[in-house]
């Protein structure tokens, strides 16, 4: 006789051992993220403009590599595009490693660090989109929600975890902790995925990366208009505080972060019972609800109430409308539609910082939240004629 076939961990439990690589991923971007700035501006002595094109090389790395990634996904596999990343992770944190000990060298040191940014970057997105597709391949499309919420549970928990751990780290141990921890990482991550059962390929045509791209661009586009006001708290919370003279702008990225967890924890399966376009369309109001308490905040007790709706509403519209734009994409390129799609929200991400500080410099910084608000409120229109569209479908 044949033993009992072993019964299937639950789904969330499946869903967390894939993402978890995601987490791995983000720990390895989060790590340096405080100290690179510093150590580009004073220690290599090479000034604000470097300091920042070293942390921006990253995400252009991630934007640029997005239709690599789900090529990769879809043509060999997601657990090898996930593989194929923290590889990456690996590779970077040496080169990291290796930077911050030849500072006597700063060209040198500086582009060994340009070249472990990019390698980072190129792997972010492998590993974010790979494991979103390994999860979705293991548990089964009707779960895609769950996946998504979850990988962005792991992607902003590792950011918000690695960034005051790579502080803590480098003052304690020195520079040479931060590039040693993000190689160990990588390597202790590849020995857990490596027995890890793959997500079947799926057979079928393999649609070009364009035209994945324009089919989900109005999904897109309302994912960007909705991001915006994240951008718009990261960049300028701190310096809008500073300009009506209040303490504590820290504690509104931390009410966003903690409503944004908290909103995809308590009801991530809106998405599976509601549809997606409804989940967004509600969730895009409370966003602009958010937004508009912050730029009208005369109390540091409202702003930070305004970030908390805020991260509350923006938490689901990243996989309401991801559900929505993946599922009119055939199988066979999931991942191109994923990579397509997180496309995107790195350009919000990217044109938040000059647009919101071009009309902060005209308008002023409660300006801003307002601009922000707009968009959301666009982004809620585009949804509802999504979801009128797709009705009459």
């Not at 000034?47 to 239709?67: D, N």
């Not at 929505?324 to 066979?332: G, Q």
Request: aromatic letters at 10%.
């Amino acid at each position: 006789m044949s033993p009992p076939a072993q019964p299937s961990p639950p789904i969330t439990l499946q869903i967390i051992s894939i993402v978890f690589f995601t987490f791995i991923a983000f720990l390895s971007i989060g790590i340096p993220l405080a100290v690179l700035p510093g150590y580009v501006h004073d220690d290599l002595a090479y000034g604000s403009v470097l300091a920042g094109v070293v942390i921006s090389s990253q995400y252009l790395a991630t934007l640029l590599s997005r239709p690599l990634a789900g090529a990769t996904a879809d043509r060999l596999g997601a657990k090898k595009a996930v593989t194929f990343g923290l590889v990456g992770c690996t590779l970077s944190g040496i080169l990291t490693l290796i930077s911050t000990s030849i500072q006597a060298w700063p060209s040198a040191s500086l582009g060994l660090l340009l070249a472990g940014r990019v390698v980072l970057g190129i792997s972010q997105g492998l590993v974010g989109t790979g494991a979103i597709s390994w999860g979705i391949g293991r548990v089964g499309a009707e779960n895609t929600a769950r996946v998504i919420s979850w990988n962005g549970i792991a992607a902003y928990g590792a950011v918000a975890i690695g960034a005051p751990l790579g502080v803590l780290m480098v003052g304690a141990l020195g520079l040479w902790s931060m590039g040693a921890s993000i190689t160990l990482l990588g390597v202790v991550a590849l020995g857990l995925a490596w027995n890890r059962p793959p997500a079947p390929i799926v057979p079928g045509e393999r649609l070009p990366f364009r035209r994945v791209l324009w089919q989900i661009a109005p999904n897109g586009l309302g994912l960007a208009l909705g991001s915006i006001g994240f951008g718009t708290i990261g960049t300028f919370i701190t310096l809008y505080y500073a300009s009506l003279g209040w303490s504590g702008a820290a504690y509104c990225l931390t009410a966003f972060g903690a409503s944004f967890i908290g909103a995809r924890l308590l009801f991530g399966g809106a998405i599976k019972r509601l549809g997606g376009y409804r989940v967004a369309i509600a969730c895009l109001g409370v966003e602009c609800l958010g937004l508009l308490l912050l730029g009208f905040a005369h109390q540091p007790w409202l702003a930070l109430c305004g970030a908390a709706l805020t991260g509350f509403g923006l938490s689901l519209v990243y996989p309401a409308l991801g559900v929505e734009a993946i599922s009119r994409i055939p199988a066979s390129s999931r991942s191109s539609a994923l990579g397509a799609y997180a496309v995107f929200f790195d350009i919000a991400l990217g044109i938040a910082g000059p647009l919101m500080g071009a009309i902060a410099n005209g308008l002023g910084f409660a300006s801003i939240f307002f601009s922000a608000a707009l968009m959301a409120l666009a982004g809620l229109l585009l949804s509802l004629w999504m979801y009128r569209q797709a009705e009459r479908r």
